[in-house]
């Protein structure tokens, strides 16, 4: 094995030291001067492997091996910088240390491929901090939504493009570095599985073979406030009533389709959040995906249906729905999961293709040119935790794999 896991270990054990803020588990949101601190690491990392390192208009880092024919594609390898509140030290680091390392092992090994090879750390693909997900991504192919850089805001109600712009980055430039069909060769992402599949199953890789379909919302329930104790039940426009109603209905219909479909709400905020007050207004999210669009349309169906009967039953209610993220579910390339296949065969890993219940920056690259997924195992299958965890091995193992599938690839 070419690979090293101690050096693995360094990476990621160094990178989890860069915390956008102190608390539980792994806080490092992007566009923060502990972003900043992490995309330095591996910046600097990238150029002691012989990399050409170049930060791209969202902050995008983007390490180059140069190949023979650099008119050729690139193939790219990587995954996301950014964690979520209170996360794992895995989620995304795992793909750019494997990505990082693959490409120590073409310096060590003194090879210049003939296609360029590139590792990549992609900001924003969580999406807590924006309210919506897969950013860097989908700036990069030209899928953001209209005008999303300044619409969509944090909690200090600052836009996308003003932390960029105080990130020392310049929005405009977005729509100019955007790459399009043919620009990349493929796309490869290791990541964690983030479920039980392989722990349970003694498994030690996972090949990808599609990603589920999601859909993320905000539904914004308005009512009328009074005092919790003197107003009958009778005389109220609960919003939170209306919300606990509508979860319920998303929820249920989720798990009667029984197609693994699933349904969650996450972020609920009430107004004015006092607890003697009925709340006049409640926001809430509602993140559903599925391998079946049919189904997530079905669920949203039944939401929509119990906030009309709620507005119905009671005209002080009203409510808006809007959409924050949409992604289609995706089938991996059948010939790059054939390669990696080989790989590990070659490896004797034990493994098994399987579907990712977790959406990855991936699914927005397929849309522009072949993609493909490796997993490695998640410790009783817990992840967007504190307990995350995998075992340096397993990752050391799959940045083997992912390393002896880019040879081939950038050889072609
Ligand atoms: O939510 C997801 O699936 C990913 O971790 N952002
Ligand atoms: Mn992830
Ligand atoms: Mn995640």
Do not use: C, E, N
């Given at each position: 094995m070419i690979?090293?896991?101690e050096q693995i270990k360094k990476d990621i054990t160094t990178i989890a030291r860069f915390q956008s803020k102190k608390g539980r588990g792994c806080n490092r949101f992007s566009y923060t001067p502990a972003f900043r601190q992490a995309a330095d690491y591996i910046a600097e990392e990238m150029k002691k492997a012989g990399?050409?390192?170049r930060e791209n208009a969202v902050g995008a880092i983007l390490g180059t091996l140069q190949g023979e024919q650099p008119e050729l594609a690139p193939v790219v390898s990587g995954s996301h910088l950014d964690s979520v509140p209170e996360g794992g030290n895995f989620d995304g680091i795992a793909g750019i240390c494997a990505a990082l390392e693959a490409a120590r092992a073409f310096h060590d090994a003194g090879i210049?491929?003939?296609r360029s090879f590139c590792c990549i750390a992609i900001p924003e693909e969580e999406g807590p901090q924006f309210g919506s997900g897969?950013?860097?991504s989908r700036a990069m192919c030209g899928q953001l939504y209209d005008d999303e850089i300044h619409r969509f805001r944090n909690a200090q109600g600052q836009s996308i493009a003003e932390v960029l712009t105080a990130y020392g980055k310049n929005p405009e430039k977005i729509a100019s570095e955007m790459i399009h069909k043919g620009d990349w060769a493929a796309f490869l992402e290791l990541h964690i599985e983030q479920g039980p599949v392989l722990d349970r199953e003694h498994l030690e890789l996972g090949i990808v073979e599609a990603i589920v379909g999601l859909k993320y919302y905000f539904v914004t329930i308005k009512g009328i406030s009074n005092h919790a104790g003197a107003t009958p039940m009778t005389m109220r426009a609960d919003t939170v009533l209306a919300m606990a109603n509508a979860v319920s209905a998303g929820a249920d219909t989720a798990l009667t389709l029984g197609d693994g479909t699933v349904f969650t709400t996450g972020m609920i905020q009430t107004h004015p959040g006092a607890g003697n007050i009925i709340p006049d207004k409640t926001v809430f999210s509602i993140d559903c995906r599925s391998r079946n669009m049919n189904s997530i349309e079905t669920v949203m169906k039944a939401v929509k249906a119990s906030l009309e009967t709620s507005k119905k039953q009671n005209s002080g209610l009203s409510y808006t729905i809007e959409e924050r993220l949409?992604?289609?579910p995706v089938e991996m390339d059948q010939s790059l999961q054939s390669l990696l296949e080989t790989q590990t065969q070659l490896l004797h890993i034990p493994y098994k293709r399987m579907c990712s219940g977790a959406g990855h920056d991936t699914m927005v690259f397929n849309h522009l040119m072949p993609t493909a997924m490796i997993f490695v195992?998640?410790?009783?299958?817990?992840?967007?935790?504190?307990e995350e965890w995998t075992d340096y091995?397993?990752?050391q193992q799959g940045a083997e794999v992912l390393y002896q599938t880019l040879r081939h690839l950038t050889a072609q």
């Open positions: 690979t090293k896991t990399l050409t390192v210049r491929p003939r897969l950013f860097g949409h992604a289609d195992p998640s410790r009783d299958g817990r992840s967007h935790v504190p091995r397993y990752i």
